[in-house]
């Protein structure tokens, strides 16, 4: 375990990870790397049984962050009630600048995702756009999950019965 500064992270956190979604700060560690001796955070992504261990000195540049706050799943929530864009581009580039919003670990941003690839009927969409519908959905499901203390599930169904009423 190390002494120095966490950063304000402490073991038992929730936190997120960009391309990971929502983990457990498991602990800290100093490990000798090249001659060089790193502080580590060990964050526990569960769901996925995969342990990420990211240097301190770069956790905030990597994009770890603390789980949203309950405002800022406001403002994801809010972008899930508005209408959809009706987007003319092809899906090749749709779907790189989604794989990118979904991957920058931002609630509002991926809830944009969801809200576009939306659709009452799954057999309206694309096997690749039910791919990475499922893909935001999950992340952002999680997110919400652990903000408001409900299983995984629950908060999918709420963030899909909210979409439900605006479509």
Known sequence: ????????????????????????????????ISGMSINLVV?????????????LTKATASGLRRLSTKDDMNLALTNLSKPTKI????????AQEYE????????????????????????????????????????????FAAVEKIDESSAAQRLEDLMRKVA
């Open 1 to 32: 375990m190390s002494t120095h500064t966490n950063m304000g992270f402490n073991a038992g956190d929730h936190v997120v990870y960009p391309t990971h979604g929502v983990g457990t700060i498991i602990g800290f560690e100093c490990q000798a």
């Open 43 to 55: 964050v526990e992504f569960e769901r996925d049984r995969m342990t990420l261990r990211v240097p």
């Open 87 to 94: 987007r003319k581009s092809m899906w090749s580039r749709r």
């Open 100 to 143: 990118m919003k979904i991957n920058s670990g931002n609630p509002a941003t991926i809830a944009e995702v969801v809200r576009e690839l939306y659709k009452d009927d799954d057999a309206d969409r694309s096997y690749s756009e039910r791919q990475m519908y499922q893909a935001a959905l999950k992340r952002l499901a999680r997110e």
